[in-house]
């Protein structure tokens, strides 16, 4: 019988020209669309220029600078909204939200404007009259003002056909809480 030899650790090298081929032909093809698209995007960027100087002479004042201005402006605007936001009396708003008694009544969203001192609060009831109930609560809440009923629909995906609603509302006279030194936030 012949002695049959397996050596499991060491494979030779077998040259595959065929995998080779197809691995430089697709680094070509992706190399021709690179440049491809460079091409285009520097073509689309020179006609946007020259529509620009074209809409120029016609109006007879540059269009870009007062884009410009207006986007700066923009962006200082939502980032003064921001700032507010993050201002707000996170905690004590926490505080009255919790307080106000919500049985029957899951609250899933709260999102608000610091600037104009106002709340939007979504949720879902088990029936209008905890709906009611809620929103009336939130209205005598201390800290809170104006409250009112923004929208209700019933939730058609859920077999108890809960009410989805949101509540608007108005806070008053609450202060940001200091936080204790070294205290978690």
């Known amino acids: 019988m012949k002695r049959i ?42 006609w946007e220029q020259e529509q620009l100087e074209l ?5 007879g004042q540059p269009r870009q600078a007062a884009s410009v201005d207006e986007n700066a402006k923009a962006r200082q605007k939502e980032a003064a ?19 106000v008694p919500a049985p029957q009544v899951a609250l899933l969203n709260l999102s608000l404007d610091g600037e104009s001192r106002e709340l939007v609060l979504s949720g879902e009831a088990l029936d209008a009259a905890a709906m009611h109930g809620y929103a009336r609560r939130m209205g005598e809440a201390d800290g809170l003002a104006g409250a009112y009923l923004a929208s209700h629909e ?4 859920n077999p108890r056909h809960s009410l989805r609603f949101s509540i608007g509302a108005s ?11 070294g205290g978690a936030p």
Request: cysteine-free; aromatic content about 8%.
């Open 81 to 99: 909204r921001l700032q507010a936001s993050l201002e707000a009396p996170w905690e004590a708003l926490f505080g009255v939200l919790e307080s």
């Open 55 to 59: 809409a120029e002479r016609q109006l």
């Open 171 to 181: 806070w008053r006279n609450l202060a940001r809480q200091p936080q204790a030194a």
């Open 5 to 46: 030899g397996i050596d499991f650790a060491h494979q030779p090298m077998r040259r595959n020209v065929p995998a080779y081929l197809l691995a430089g032909l697709g680094a070509a093809a992706l190399l021709a669309a690179g440049l491809a698209y460079a091409a285009y995007s520097s073509g689309q960027a020179e």
């Open 154 to 157: 019933v939730n058609a995906q």
